[in-house]
DNA sequence: AGACTATATTAGCATATACTTACGTAAGTG
DNA sequence: CACTTACGTAAGTATATGCTAATATAGTCT
């Protein structure tokens, strides 16, 4: 699922969408209107958005409203800090190790 | 530039690379020995990864040793933690005002 | 029920991507 | 210099992806 989420976030457009929703609920609508693509290009990308668990939806009448899933976002989040992490504490180990290359004061 | 990096991370076998390659420098052969696919394919995944910043090649003899690029991983990093700030705070924000509508002590 | 509104779904298309096979290249070795 | 080793690059292919135009669906209003 994770990986669905990834590769939800990388397209811009998705991003956008996400940046968008993240502020106000929005209608599927609404948010077709901030962009030039057509309103089924956006309706693919909510699908997308939706099944990654990113979005939630809700219906109003005949409209579609979407805010979204944060829950969806943490878990993204999470998995790639752990991704960084063990990256970051090589770095880290590796600087120490430099550092003490250097005790002798000189450089 | 993030947006490279972005992309090539959300490849599965360009992460499995990364993870390969993040606790000690290998040569371009003795990664793709971990996979099933050709080196070709193997050297294309290389590429991708060092043209988004996220590899450092050297060479040693014949052979092309690759190692992470912490600053590259770091970019991407803050990127998406930008990205992920604001949903967590409104997340934050909507918990804090559900709170505050239920003060009364009932649910 | 019929017409309207908001949105999703489908089919088709162009481009991108991950792969393989074949070939090119650069550095070491006899 | 020929030969080998360790790669990369190019060409071709199958599949995935993002888009548009056309069609279907679900709710609302009279």
Known sequence: M???ALRAIVE???REILR???SSELSAGEIAAHFTVTRPAI???LRVLTQAGLLAV???GT???YRTRPEGLEEVRRFLEQFWQ???ERLKEAAEAEER???NGRN
Do not use: F, G, M
């Open 86 to 88: 063990d990256s970051l």
């Open 2 to 4: 994770v990986d669905l």
């Open 43 to 45: 309706s693919q990308h």
């Open 20 to 22: 968008l929703v993240q």
């Open 101 to 103: 290359s250097h005790h």
């Open 63 to 65: 409209r579609r409203i």
């Open 58 to 60: 809700r219906r109003d």
């Open 12 to 14: 811009p457009r998705r």
